[in-house]
């Protein structure tokens, strides 16, 4: 009897563990085409809302699938960097994408799906492509955060832009320094 208990119980850890198990997971990726592949489908399989910040080249590649979830009734808000060519969802211009490229030495992508997925990358100016997915409800909501915090910060710029030049400088230098705090 005690023996059958502690199986059922263990059991019933297990099947916890195992019906999680792809949360924790975070798949690596490393080719542009494989990043993209995944774009698709998590875009494809959103059901109420999208978020996303990239560039030009990768919503260029994403807007048959954006604009089908859009259809659907999919939210989608994007953080845009450099002018934005398409339009899809409510497009917010990231104002300092020179100067990002440039520190960055390339360009990202981060897509979250319904809050429960997350989709990374970073493409250098040579092609190389590292990036990552996961259900992971940490890495999803850091990358939340991060895109909603840019969406706030273009907000703020396209209405405040001449004094936060004033008081930051030209690029927002003083602002962008997190090391100190004139």
Do not use: C
Request: proline share 2%; aromatic share 10%; net charge neutral.
């Amino acid at each position: 009897h005690g023996v059958q208990k502690t199986l059922q119980s263990l059991r019933g850890v297990f099947s916890g563990l195992n019906g999680n198990k792809e949360a924790s997971y975070v798949w690596n990726i490393v080719d542009h085409d494989r990043l993209v592949e995944k774009a698709f489908q998590i875009i494809e399989s959103a059901k109420k809302v999208i978020l996303l910040s990239l560039w030009n080249e990768e919503l260029a590649l994403l807007e048959g699938p954006l604009r089908a979830a859009e259809q659907r009734g999919v939210q989608i808000a994007l953080v845009h960097f450099g002018p934005p060519k398409i339009r899809v969802g409510r497009v917010y211009y990231h104002p300092i994408e020179d100067t990002l490229y440039a520190e960055k030495q390339g360009r990202a992508l981060v897509i979250v799906v319904d809050s429960q997925e997350v989709l990374m990358g970073n493409i250098s100016r040579e092609g190389k492509t590292e990036g990552a997915w996961s259900r992971n409800r940490g890495f999803t909501m850091i990358a939340e955060d991060y895109i909603k915090h840019d969406i706030y910060i273009a907000k703020i710029i396209s209405r405040f832009e001449k004094e936060l030049i004033k008081k930051f400088g030209e690029k927002y230098v003083a602002l962008r320094n997190v090391f100190e705090d004139e």
